[in-house]
């Protein structure tokens, strides 16, 4: 088996992600020197376009499932998860903060732009649509754009934990993305740095969520780390929490649909918890 230099990723100014089931490699601008860490591609995006590049077949995120359904990549950075899905036939809307958009404009037109997509092994219409928004966890004037759309089916999230002080934003902000009852499925890939971090958001996602581990087995052999985690998300039954684009609020006045979650949200407290005490998926 391979290994995987993982830190080789953070020192070149482009990076080449094979996806050998699809056919495709994709290849990732970013930027190194910079100082915001959306410039940078990270390693649970990689873990995570392995692991569905591999499982394209069959498997919870496989071409059957995910073609032609509405992905939603928060914090997607470089965009490495969001183009991945898409190859896969997903309708992929990528985003990030304002900084970050440039450069994730240019990945999404380098991979699936129209002149990419002619080279596809599968043709122009064997992926899905891919588009770029803004999506400012911390401030939901950026959110009716993304609102718009309507629920996600699935939401991605990459290495979008890293702050205690971003937990509480965070969640506010998936919430107003899920769909009604447990039609979201989010699929957080994290990895471990530090013990408050991560207590701090396993108890506040987890009154929220029920969710499970993939298994290591069915994660790429090389492209997977001890530390970092896929976890398959869904709403609990009769969760609290608000909808921004559905459960009562409009999806095209996503300040207002959002406000609620962001209010509700901002008081909670979390208990510690950790990975393992995380509630099962029934």
């Excluded at 492209?223 to 921004?244: C, E, F, P, W």
Aim: with cysteine; net charge neutral.
């Amino acid at each position: 088996m391979a290994t995987w230099d993982r830190w080789s990723t953070h020192l070149e100014t482009t990076v080449a992600v094979d996806l050998p089931t699809t056919g495709v490699t994709l290849r990732l601008s970013q930027d190194p020197n910079s100082g915001n860490l959306g410039l940078t591609v990270w390693d649970a995006s990689i873990v995570l376009a392995a692991y569905a590049d591999r499982n394209s077949r069959k498997g919870d995120l496989c071409r059957a499932r995910v073609a032609g359904k509405r992905v939603i990549d928060l914090g997607s950075g470089a965009g490495v998860a969001g183009l991945a899905l898409a190859l896969l036939g997903a309708d992929v809307t990528l985003t990030d903060v304002a900084p970050v958009l440039p450069l994730l404009r240019t990945n999404a037109d380098v991979n699936l732009g129209p002149a990419a997509r002619r080279s596809l092994p599968g043709g122009p219409r064997s992926a899905g649509t891919v588009a770029v928004l803004e999506y400012d966890w911390l401030d939901p004037s950026t959110w009716p754009p993304v609102l718009a759309g309507g629920p996600a089916d699935y939401l991605i999230l990459c290495d979008c934990v890293y702050k205690e002080a971003m937990v509480e934003p965070l969640l506010a902000a998936v919430l107003a993305l899920c769909g009604p009852g447990r039609k979201t499925t989010c699929v957080m890939v994290n990895e471990f740095r530090s013990a408050s971090v991560q207590e701090a958001w396993v108890a506040a996602f987890s009154r929220h969520f029920t969710w499970r581990k993939v298994p290591r087995a069915r994660m790429h052999p090389t492209y997977q780390h001890t530390a970092i985690d896929i976890l398959l998300m869904k709403r609990r039954s009769g969760a609290s929490g608000v909808s921004g684009a559905s459960g009562g609020a409009d999806a095209g006045d996503g300040g207002d649909g959002a406000a609620p979650a962001v209010a509700a949200l901002a008081s909670a407290t979390a208990a510690a918890a950790t990975l393992d005490d995380m509630t099962p998926e029934a």
